[in-house]
């Protein structure tokens, strides 16, 4: 049973501002993690104004929370909707689900800034040669993303990936001290102009030859500038300490606020990996102990999903689109790429069966089957000349085929989400069902936040609603600096998602991704309704938020 409270304004529930917008009857969680009560909401010029029980104005519009929690947007600390939301602001993926931030930037992955355009194709997540990329620096970006008016707030990291391929003239040694002193320019001018902090991507091909000494160096000027770090580690095979153990060294060096992606990636790198996460979360807390500023987030599939591409090394995506193909057609160039150690090979482990294509373009019937399957089909195939082919094939938009890797268990990703801090990301891209994005699938897009939801509070009752909301506000907006947003309180953004917490739930499955999620009922962002009742109403409320 939840209990009555009142949060007035400084004039009073009587004497308050006229509303713009009153939400009625609702149980309010409010992000903080205290107990749900029974109030209403009133919004005006985008901020909350009242929570408790409205003495309502005449004329003063309301939506209606009856049987429904009324709970702060839910902010996706891990988003690579970068792109995506240049090409469709509308995010209705995300929207569905109640999301109304979202953290990009990600895995030293990004859309600014932009040096050299060709070479950085391929560090962009859902980039389409539809769709051209007209910005270069940081500020430029942000204003583009903003003349789009998306439906949800965006703010973003600097991703290390782009420094590298502004700057550094070979991608297989670290930058020279000429290199990264440009680099480091690049990065405050990106802080500067509103970024939140740096990101990298070390298992990445722009990033494998980046040392530790060098990500120190740049991670000092976001640590300077009051940014944050967050990293994809290292994640070398066998090393699944030392992977955690390089990000604690580098955020202590630098003294940055330490920020580990999808933490229980680390299960992949040994035979134990419930292990391997374990020892990751102790590391995290022991040096929590030690005035450490680290934290982690963990995304909600039990695969991990990365373009095709990323399987070459960045010497085979020199040149235009003819040299290219020559190398992944020559059979001399295809023995030197075989040798390369990437991302997708570290995720194979040498078991091909893992790695399954989500949709081939050019080649649809081989959607959703593995590449040992593909390499069988073909008589036996070696597995990569197989990749090498799909490559080919899909020369004219190298980047755009995606994978989804098959390397976690339940178990190995329980414990991240056990620890009380743990933050929740969608590690996607925001994506909609019609419309120029139509075509594009990227698992967790439609599924992460109500997955998390639905699977902790209602399948396996981890979590009382209030944790599982706290997990996607509070938490993840405190990490952020972000004082007035994730909470319901007098004073806060009026970002706020309202749904039917006994259906609340994804319907994507593997399979079928692109299936919007159910039971968000009402989302509204800066005061604007996004959605009501289950329906989206075309407004688009986001801000692109500068540090």
Request: charged share 20%.
């Amino acid at each position: 049973m939840s209990e009555t409270r009142r949060q007035t304004s400084s004039s009073g529930a009587v004497g308050r501002p006229r509303a713009d917008l009153v939400i009625r009857g609702g149980t309010v969680v409010d992000g903080t993690g205290a107990a749900p009560f029974s109030a209403d909401v009133a919004i005006a010029d985008g901020r909350i104004i009242d929570v408790g029980p409205a003495d309502l104005k005449e004329g003063e519009p309301c939506l209606d929370a009856s049987g429904l929690l009324v709970t702060p947007g839910f902010i996706d600390i891990h988003s690579h909707s970068d792109f995506t939301l240049t090409v469709d602001p509308r995010a209705v993926s995300s929207i569905a689900q109640g999301v109304t931030l979202e953290v990009v930037g990600n895995c030293g992955h990004g859309c600014a800034p932009i040096g050299d355009l060709e070479a950085t194709k391929g560090n962009v997540y859902g980039y389409s040669e539809d769709y051209p990329i007209s910005w270069g620096t940081v500020a430029q970006y942000l204003a583009y993303l903003e003349a789009r008016q998306p439906a949800i707030n965006v703010l973003t990291l600097v991703p290390n990936g782009n420094l590298r391929l502004a700057v550094v003239g070979s991608l297989d040694r670290p930058s020279s001290s000429q290199e990264l002193a440009q680099m480091k320019r690049l990065l405050a001018q990106g802080m500067e102009e509103g970024a939140f902090g740096f990101s990298t991507g070390l298992e990445y091909g722009p990033e494998l030859a980046c040392s530790e000494e060098e990500v120190v160096e740049l991670c000092r000027i976001a640590a300077g500038a009051g940014g944050i770090y967050a990293t994809h580690t290292r994640n070398r095979p066998g090393e699944a300490a030392e992977t955690i153990a390089e990000a604690i060294r580098t955020a202590t060096a630098a003294q940055v606020p330490l920020q580990i992606s999808h933490i229980s990636v680390v299960a992949r790198l040994c035979a134990d990996g419930e292990q391997a996460v374990a020892q990751a979360i102790e590391q995290v807390d022991r040096a929590r102990e030690r005035g450490v500023d680290a934290g982690f987030d963990m995304h909600t599939r039990l695969f991990g999903t990365t373009n095709l591409s990323a399987v070459l090394p960045p010497w085979a995506l020199e040149g235009g689109k003819k040299q290219i193909a020559a190398r992944l057609a020559e059979s001399g160039s295809r023995e030197q790429l075989k040798q390369h150690q990437s991302i997708v090979t570290a995720l194979a482990r040498d078991d091909w069966s893992r790695i399954v294509m989500t949709d081939c373009r050019s080649d649809p019937s081989l959607s959703h089957k593995s590449v040992a399957e593909i390499a069988a089909s073909q008589g036996g195939r070696e597995p990569l000349d197989a990749v090498y082919d799909i490559l080919l094939d899909e020369i004219d938009d190298l980047h755009l085929p995606m994978i989804m890797a098959f390397c976690y268990r339940e178990e190995d990703i329980r414990p991240a989400f056990d620890h009380p801090d743990c933050m929740v990301g969608s590690d996607a891209t925001a994506l909609a069902p019609d419309g120029p994005l139509a075509g594009a699938t990227f698992h967790g897009a439609y599924t992460w936040a109500a997955w998390f939801y639905r699977h902790f509070v209602r399948d396996v009752a981890a979590f009382r609603p209030e944790e599982a909301v706290r997990r996607l506000t509070s938490l993840p907006a405190n990490r952020l600096g972000l004082a007035d947003r994730g909470v319901i309180r007098t004073g806060a953004c009026a970002d706020l998602a309202i749904f039917d917490p006994v259906i609340f739930g994804e319907r994507g499955t593997t399979i079928e991704p692109n299936l919007i999620a159910e039971g968000m009922v009402h989302v509204v962002v800066n005061g604007k309704v996004a959605l009501k009742a289950g329906v989206l109403t075309g407004e688009r409320g986001g801000q692109v938020l500068r540090r």
